[in-house]
């Protein structure tokens, strides 16, 4: 559609701007409309209007404006290729290899994803202001070097799949815990979508173990969302959730993906061993069950493969369950030039403080964790944890 889009207008940015919002718009209004018989042909039609309504409003483009009155459908429709489906294909076609890893997960989330900037920027521990100038210049880039926008052919698929996982990873994550201070706490139409398309390259690439491993990830962390939040809209962390009320449907299918993976004898990716970590703890009645040897175990295969300052602090949270608030606190404590930025990261260490007996910093942490999280139902959670203290 993009590529349509752009040969009509004679202009990447109002192509990529207009297929972003026709994608909005079918994402606030087929939940209540149900989605058209041809959705393709549907997000053509919305693009195009969204195109001409943005020539118009910009006066300096005359002539455009005189173009876009003229303009009728009438280009021949090329193969949709081997995806069906417009969405994931759009997700495929923007992840080009040419562009640098998270510069093109980036522009995906922008284009296609339906996240805003601001979110883009909290995802990847950036401010705003670089990643508004990360995405601009990899449009830029497109320009400059007349990267194709096409349709991927099979072949294209697996230079392409870790791309569209990332970005499909980030927007569960977004609807999982949004971070916009304006948005409901969890918003259930981005992790269903992200599930929805993950399936579907499922079904593209069955042999993928990173996509299987996605997949499960996503089903296991889905399947506790009804048990996330209190009464009162706060959120309740893991070790306090209601298992009797998770989706018991999804752990199981969940389970199942995560032991085909095993028994394939391949060593797991990123994704296949999240979702690993995850079974173990979705597979515990209670949280006292857990076992949190192979939790640590696991992540010290994660840090091999993804040594990040995040999966360090996560790994630091199961090694506190294993050998204690304080030995845990010193990794967590090194890792403060890093995520000094980070919610989760003063989150984590008031809770060992606090642990500790060592109240009065763990006030001050999570005084830092609420003044940086941006989703209401944790900052009420974080709170009461505040106030809860001696």
């Not at 209004?29 to 693009?47: E, F, S, Y």
């Not at 883009?120 to 990643?131: G, K, S, Y």
């Not at 079974?279 to 006292?288: F, G, L, P």
Request: aromatic share 6%; charged share 25%; glycine share 8%.
């Amino acid at each position: 559609m993009v590529a349509s889009l752009a040969r009509r207008f004679g202009d990447l940015d109002i192509a990529e701007d207009a297929a972003a919002e026709a994608f909005a718009t079918a994402v606030a209004r087929w939940p209540g409309d149900g989605v058209p018989p041809n959705p393709g042909a549907w997000l053509t039609t919305t693009g195009n209007r969204k195109a001409i309504d943005r020539i118009r409003r910009e006066s300096k483009r005359g002539d455009k404006h005189r173009e876009a009155l003229m303009v009728h459908d009438d280009d021949p429709h090329q193969p949709l290729g081997v995806i069906d489906d417009e969405r994931l294909r759009l997700f495929f076609t923007c992840c080009h290899p040419a562009l640098a890893p998270e510069t093109r997960v980036a522009l995906t989330l922008r284009m296609v994803g339906g996240l805003t900037v601001a979110e883009i920027a909290r995802a990847f521990l950036v401010q705003e202001t670089a990643m508004g100038q990360r995405i601009t210049r990899a449009k830029a880039k497109i320009k400059a070097a007349r990267i194709p926008y096409r349709a991927p052919s099979a072949q294209d698929l697996p230079a392409r799949v870790t791309g569209v996982l990332a970005v499909l990873f980030l927007v569960f994550n977004e609807g999982y815990l949004a971070t916009g201070a304006d948005t409901d706490p969890v918003r259930h139409d981005l992790t269903a979508e992200a599930i929805r398309l993950t399936r579907l390259i499922q079904g593209l690439l069955p042999d993928d173990g990173e996509v299987t491993g996605l997949l499960a990830l996503m089903l296991l962390t889905e399947a506790r969302r009804t048990t996330r939040f209190s009464a009162g809209g706060e959120l309740v962390p893991l070790g306090e959730q209601d298992r009797g009320g998770w989706d018991q449907a999804l752990v199981a299918e969940g389970h199942r993906l995560v032991r085909e993976r095993l028994a394939a004898g391949v060593a797991p990716g990123r994704y296949q061993i999240l979702a690993a970590i995850n079974a173990v703890h979705t597979s515990s009645r209670d949280v006292r069950d857990t076992d949190w040897s192979q939790v640590v175990a696991l992540y010290d295969q994660l840090v091999r493969l993804d040594p990040s300052p995040i999966v360090a602090l996560n790994r630091a949270i199961a090694v506190a369950e294993l050998d204690g608030p304080e030995v845990a606190l010193a990794t967590v404590d090194r890792l403060e030039h890093a995520l000094a930025g980070y919610h989760a990261y003063h989150v984590t260490r008031a809770d060992l403080l606090r642990r500790l007996g060592r109240s009065q910093q763990a006030r001050a942490a999570y005084d830092n964790a609420i003044g940086l999280a941006g989703n209401s139902a944790e900052i009420a959670y974080v709170t009461r944890r505040r106030d809860q203290l001696a």
